[in-house]
């Protein structure tokens, strides 16, 4: 069974689109992260929830909202997407939050090419 | 300025040698720092983390610390060409891991 599941795992869209990824995690964790990382292959912080309570927004702009409906999911809804939003974007979860000596469970990531 | 930094790399070393990565931090206050591997096309995995001065040993790799000096390390003994990866190191601080732009390895056979 997968740990960390996104779906999808690719998405090719327009400028000015909206689209959503959807995260879940099968481990029983409390805390789900939100990672993007750029062409440079650096990997960086957006949000972390913990129980569904939002913990850590990073400076992202607000066209980015997660929505955490339960402990096993965190959602990305992207509004009006731009160049600049292409990237691999990945989910991940622990038992614990960052800051403690948990590891973090990474999912596949998912893909965006914004044209 | 950056949190964490590393060598980008990329590090060639022959099979069976030693593969030495370095990674400095800014936040005196950091607790535990992570080794993660990624490799091309797929998500980060945990090597092994560290959170007291000093060295861990686990398989081939060894993680070290040294607190005042901001500085962890991760050596590979009997590098492996599976061991091509980049290597991004990680650090705790405010409910969040900050990662470093990663070292990039390659083994050749």
Known sequence: DTAVSQTPKYL????????????????????????KQDSKKFLKIMFSYNNKELIINETVPNRFSPKSPDKAHLNLHINSLELGDSAVYFCASSSGLAGGNYEQYFGPGTRLTVT | ????????????????????????????????????????????????????????????????????????SLLIRDSQPSDSATYLCAVTGDYKLSFGAGTTVTVRA
């Not at chain 2, 300025?1 to 936040?27: H, R």
Request: proline share 3%; charged share 20%.
């Open chain 1, 12 to 35: 090719v869209t327009q400028m000015g689109n909206d689209k959503s990824i959807k995260c879940e995690q099968n481990l029983g964790h409390d805390t789900m992260y939100w990672y």
């Open chain 2, 1 to 72: 300025q950056k949190e964490v930094e590393q060598n980008s790399g990329p590090l060639s070393v022959p099979e069976g040698a030693i593969a030495s990565l370095n990674c400095t931090y800014s936040d005196r206050g950091s607790q535990s720092f992570f080794w993660y591997r990624q490799y091309s096309g797929k998500s980060p995995e945990l090597i092994m983390f560290i959170y007291s001065n000093g060295d861990k040993e686990d398989g081939r790799f060894t993680a070290q610390l040294n607190k005042a000096s901001q500085y962890v």
